[in-house]
């Protein structure tokens, strides 16, 4: 068996702008291939995406190479795997289950939604991106995880810190000394809020955490919190921003999604159309096989959920947004055991709340210049603008 | 190959034959039976494959451990004596006929 094969054209600035082109071709070309400008083998088809991720123990998270570990100063439960990553999986999965998200923080959500969205002007032009997408999802948050004293700001700055510091593959120091002071902050913060916690748990995630019967050590709790911050805002952000430009774009299925009520389909349609996460990186741990390919032990393939989203094999006209379809078995939150922990979360809070009440409160909002609307990223994607005029 | 009869919420019955080794979640996933999601593949991470064991097929399929119990626990439809994750049945040949019911909602 031959090794796959090579590619050295694609850059990431091309795969930051338009990846989706690029998948395209791969998907019916090369589904499995090494692309020098990312160190890694892309795999874009669903099938392959899936098989890798069902697998941890040949494919593995728990890949030392990354700078996840000096961003977060921590081992996190996202790169560990077996029992002790469902150690720690377990430990906050329980704040974050259906019925507590139902039953315990419906309620607050959509108190917390129809605020946020009470404040916005009616009449003018706003970027809803940065004044309702990123605040909004940074208050829900930090009341789940249990650290509501943390502003919005401080959410959002945190989170893009971490992020920066965990996509810091040039081992730059700056963007380490940025996520260091922000870890100092919230582990201030989090170790000023543990009494309070503990003596009037709240059903948070940090309240759980810290009463438990067999508690995870407190490095642990900490970091499962911080890749809570680090992963819970930006993607229900760009989720958000990505199905109102699918929805405002498309004024028909708007209409019928508001007939209906479908605001959930919405919600699963823009999120496979536009993964917010579209790739996530597995190392090998014993020489194997893809897609009639040698993958040697050490290699780290790169799983393009954003690609599989739009496989012509699952899919007719997987590039369009189409809330309507008949089977939509996107891999948009991932699969096996790192399945995101916050999808429940994210289902309910973007497409259950915040979406109908938007456009209830706006029911004429529009998007007149969808071209102005600039889409970026290869490890996360959406857009990072959103004018509409709010009516 | 395994019969198994998964009765959906509203009642609707759908057969299927599935190979011995796999689990009632894979075997529906497979099939395209609607009412199991089952996202985590199996891993006991997302309660989206809760099923109830018909009352006939109780004692057949076990007990639950506890960290499916744990699991369970946040499940969205109502959980009962007979919940069940359904990743964490094998099918075996003691379970050829197998029925189990679907909850009104996964997510
Ligand atoms: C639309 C919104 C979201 C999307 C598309 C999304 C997507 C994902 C994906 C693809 C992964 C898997 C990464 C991998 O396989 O390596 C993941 C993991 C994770 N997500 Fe999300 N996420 C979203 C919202 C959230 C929210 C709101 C939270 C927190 C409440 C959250 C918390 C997590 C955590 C803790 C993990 C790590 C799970 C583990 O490693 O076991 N996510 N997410
Ligand atoms: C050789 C080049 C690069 C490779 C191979 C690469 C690979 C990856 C992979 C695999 C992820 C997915 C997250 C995971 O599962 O760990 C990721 C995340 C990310 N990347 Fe990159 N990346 C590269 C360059 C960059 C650059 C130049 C930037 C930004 C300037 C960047 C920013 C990010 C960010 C912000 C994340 C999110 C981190 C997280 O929280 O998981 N990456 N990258
Ligand atoms: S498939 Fe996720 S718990 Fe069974």
């Known amino acids: 068996m031959a090794l796959a094969p090579l590619d050295e054209a694609i850059t990431l600035d091309q795969l930051s702008s338009d990846p989706y082109p690029i998948y395209r071709r791969l998907r019916a070309e090369s589904p499995v291939l090494r692309v020098a400008s990312t160190g890694r083998t892309l795999l874009t088809k669903a099938a392959l995406t899936k098989a890798v991720k069902d697998n941890p123990e040949l494919f593995s998270s728990d890949d030392p190479k990354t700078p996840m570990k000096p961003a977060f100063r921590a081992h996190t439960l996202m790169r560990k795997d077996g029992k002790e990553h469902f150690v720690e999986r377990k430990a906050i999965s329980k704040a ?56 919005d700001e401080q959410m959002m700055r945190w989170s893009q810190l971490l992020i920066d510091g965990a996509g810091n593959f040039g081992w730059k120091p700056e963007p380490f000394a940025a996520s260091d ?4 902050e919230m582990d201030a913060l989090f170790a000023e809020l543990e009494p309070i916690r503990r003596a009037e748990p709240d059903g948070s995630a940090y309240a759980l955490m810290l009463t438990a019967e067999d508690p995870i050590p407190m490095s642990q709790i900490h970091a499962n919190i911080k890749i809570a911050i680090g992963g819970g805002i930006n993607e229900p952000r760009d989720a958000l921003a990505t199905i109102l430009y699918g929805l405002l774009t498309n004024p028909d299925q708007l ?20 993964a917010p996460i579209q790739a996530s990186s597995r190392l090998v741990t014993e020489d194997t096989e893809l897609g009639g390919f040698e993958i040697p032990k050490g290699d780290t393939v790169m799983t393009i959920q954003a690609s599989a989203n739009r496989d012509e094999e699952l899919y007719e006209d997987g590039e369009s947004f189409f809330v309507f379809r008949d089977k939509n078995p996107h891999q948009a939150f991932g699969n096996g055991p790192h399945h995101c922990a916050g999808a ?44 509409v005029v709010l009516n | 190959m395994i019969k198994v009869t998964y009765v959906a919420h509203d009642g609707t019955e759908t057969v299927i034959e599935a190979e011995e080794g796999t689990s009632v979640m894979q075997a529906a996933v497979s099939n395209d039976v609607e009412g199991i999601v089952g996202e985590c593949g199996g891993s006991m991470m997302c309660a989206t494959c809760h099923c109830y064991v018909d009352e006939a097929w109780e004692a057949k399929t076990g007990a639950r451990s506890d960290d499916e119990d744990e699991m369970l626990e946040g499940a969205a439809s109502e959980v009962t004596e007979r919940s069940r994750l359904s990743c964490q049945i094998k099918l075996d040949p003691s379970l050829d006929g197998l029925v189990v019911h679907l909850p009104e909602e996964q997510l």
Not at chain 1, 119 to 143: M, N, Q, S
Not at chain 1, 181 to 184: G, H, L, R
């Open chain 1, 96 to 151: 974050l289950t259906p019925k507590r998200i139902k039953a315990d923080w419906g309620p607050l959500y959509a108190q917390l939604s129809e605020e946020y969205i009470a404040r916005l002007p009616r009449g003018e032009t706003v970027d809803l991106f940065t004044d309702l997408c990123g605040p909004l999802a940074a208050r829900i948050l930090a009341h789940i995880l249990g650290i509501p004293e943390a502003s």
């Open chain 1, 181 to 184: 002071a922000a870890n100092d």
């Open chain 1, 255 to 274: 209409a019928e999604v508001r007939a209906q009520d479908a605001w959930d389909k919405a919600f699963e349609e823009g999120i496979r159309w536009v």
């Open chain 1, 344 to 387: 429940h979360v994210a289902r309910r809070t973007v497409g259950k709340i915040i979406l109908p009440m938007l456009f209830d409160r706006f029911p004429d909002m529009t998007l007149p210049n969808p071209d102005e609307v600039v889409w970026k990223g290869f490890g996360f994607r959406g857009p990072i603008n959103l004018p």
